[in-house]
């Protein structure tokens, strides 16, 4: 009788004695090439996206035509209440229409942008790249309103791992910013100014630390404003933020949070605050180049509700 011969098993030979696993080093940090950080005056900018969209109350409709790739003119109607100023805790509105007509100018290294309005408001931007690392942005306001019209001047240098900021405006208005690249993650920076009309003067800091899922920010100033926010990526569509503001001169506190999910064809925004308030925003994209907006806001605690609805045509 034949006999069944069992194939002999493959023995693992043990570690040598006195021998460690292999150790993964940890990747060393390169000083010397640190990313270079956002504007100071941006570092809240993701927070700020999910938090405080641009909402209206309501009807409003864009237009917007390309003359060719540079140029591009725009017509706005805007049709809704205003608030104007009261004593009574009673939020008081007027209905009020305006037609706002705009001039666009895009180029690689010079953007315009001009918009006059019906009431008699001009506005105007400017950003120039006057070299690879120095950028001039301007901004104007000219409105019939005595003491209304403000303009203000921005040099912004942009280093290999810092960048700096110089800041000046009408009213006597100086201001200067920098934000310092201290790790791949972590930037510091800091901030002065000095109203000159008000005789006021200020100085502030902040923080920001960001990875590929979170954000979180950081920012103080000697005006009494502390300012926290906080944004989490949860996914490649939705974000959740948060934030927190306090005066310690007046002690006024305000906490809120809020959620941004991009679907394929909406974009859908809303926060509840600390206040009692709750707003949402929709951005529908009905087909290319038509886009249907919602807008909503409930203020529980003044009894002030907020409802609008518009179209964007074109690009």
Request: net charge neutral; hydrophobic share 35%.
């Amino acid at each position: 009788m034949a006999t069944l011969i069992t194939p002999p098993t493959a023995v693992t030979a043990p570690p040598a004695v006195g021998s460690t696993p292999a150790v993964t080093e940890p990747q060393k940090v390169d000083y010397m090439n640190l990313p270079c950080p956002i504007p100071y005056e941006e570092i809240h900018r993701e927070a700020l996206m999910s938090l405080k969209p641009e909402l209206f109350e309501g009807m409003r409709f864009d237009f917007t035509k390309g003359l060719n790739q540079k140029f591009s003119l725009s017509h706005s109607v805007i049709m809704g209440p205003t608030e104007i100023p009261s004593q009574s805790p009673e939020t008081i509105k007027i209905p009020t229409a305006h037609y706002e007509f705009g001039a666009n100018f895009i180029d690689p290294k010079l953007m315009l942008f001009g918009r006059v309005l019906t009431d008699g408001r001009l506005n105007a931007r400017l950003k120039c790249d006057l070299s690879e690392n120095l950028t001039l942005k301007g901004n104007a306001q000219l409105t019939h309103e005595p003491h209304m019209s403000h303009g203000m001047v921005n040099f912004d240098y942009k280093g290999s791992d810092y960048r700096t900021q110089f800041q000046l405006g009408n009213g006597a208005l100086f201001g200067a910013s920098y934000i310092q690249s201290v790790s791949p993650h972590l930037s510091l920076g800091g901030e002065v100014f000095w109203a000159g009309q008000h005789r006021k003067s200020g100085i502030g800091y902040a923080a920001r630390y960001n990875t590929d899922k979170m954000v979180a920010t950081g920012q103080v100033a000697s005006t009494g404003m502390v300012a926290l926010s906080y944004v989490q990526k949860v996914s490649e569509k939705v974000s959740l933020a948060s934030d927190f503001m306090y005066n310690y001169m007046s002690r006024d506190v305000t906490a809120s949070f809020g959620y941004d999910y991009i679907l394929r064809q909406c974009r859908l925004r809303g926060k509840i605050d600390s206040n009692g308030c709750v707003a949402a925003f929709l951005e529908e994209r009905l087909n290319m180049g038509l886009n249907f907006i919602l807008s909503a806001e409930i203020d529980h605690q003044k009894k002030d509700y907020k409802f609008g609805f518009g179209l964007t045509v074109g690009e």
